[in-house]
Antibody, heavy 117, light 107 residues
């Protein structure tokens, strides 16, 4: 079965760079049309799509965050990594990695990242 | 960016009620719309994709309709496990955007 799990720091300081890893199983990111995406949700607020990477290494980013985001994949170890630079308290959120094409049929449990000095 | 709006923002309903949630896109998205259910402390769960296709394993009391800019999620007979927040998401163009959510709670 398909599973995804996010890992990374739970607390980062303002201006630091956040690195999150999504480790997945049950599928290969070499399969045509597939993507792994990242979505976040500030406490008590709505979902926000951040980025995705396709099987063919095509990468897409939220325009409002594009300058701060980088997404990469390592298909040999079934991981996708998202980095976000210059973290700010408003970036405090639960970060989810997801499986799908244009909609997301599998989600990781999420990881809460708090930005605070 | 395509903006998504939802109405109502919250609805109070009883078990057995029929509940309808509306999602509107700021421009036409054909049928590139999905619906998710999210319970507190949990990741969202895909209910409907392509506006009206029921995701595998999702109860048939959930249905979706619409195309273009106006879409509807209907729960035909609300069950206790359906009290949650529901989000729509457009998948027509990047960035994929979500609606603000509709909370369904107990009357």
């Amino acid at each position: 079965q398909i599973t995804l799990k996010e890992s990374g720091p739970t607390l980062v300081k303002p201006t630091q760079t956040l690195t999150l890893t999504c480790t997945f199983s049950g599928f290969s990111l070499t399969t045509g049309r597939l993507a792994v995406g990242w979505i976040r949700q500030p406490p008590g607020k709505a979902l926000e799509w951040l980025a995705l990477i396709y099987w063919d290494d095509d990468k897409r980013y939220s325009p409002s965050l594009k300058s701060r985001l980088t997404i990469t994949k390592d298909t040999s170890i079934n991981q996708v990594v998202l980095t976000m630079t210059n973290m700010d308290p408003v970036d405090t959120a639960t970060y989810y990695c997801t499986h799908g094409t244009t909609t997301w049929d599998y989600w990781g449990p999420g990881t809460l990242v708090t930005v605070s000095s | 960016d395509i903006q998504m709006t939802q109405s109502p923002s919250s609805v109070s309903a009883s078990v057995g009620d029929r509940v309808t949630i509306t999602c509107r896109a700021s421009q036409g998205i054909s049928s590139w719309l999905a619906w998710y259910q999210q319970k507190p402390g949990k990741a969202p769960n895909l209910l409907i994709y392509a506006a009206s296709s029921l995701q595998s394993g999702v109860p048939s009391r959930f249905s979706g309709s619409g195309s273009g800019t106006d879409f509807t999620l209907t729960i035909s007979s609300l069950q206790p496990e359906d009290f949650a927040t529901y989000y729509c998401q457009q998948a027509a163009s990047f960035p994929f955007t979500f609606g603000p959510g509709t909370k369904v709670d107990i009357k």
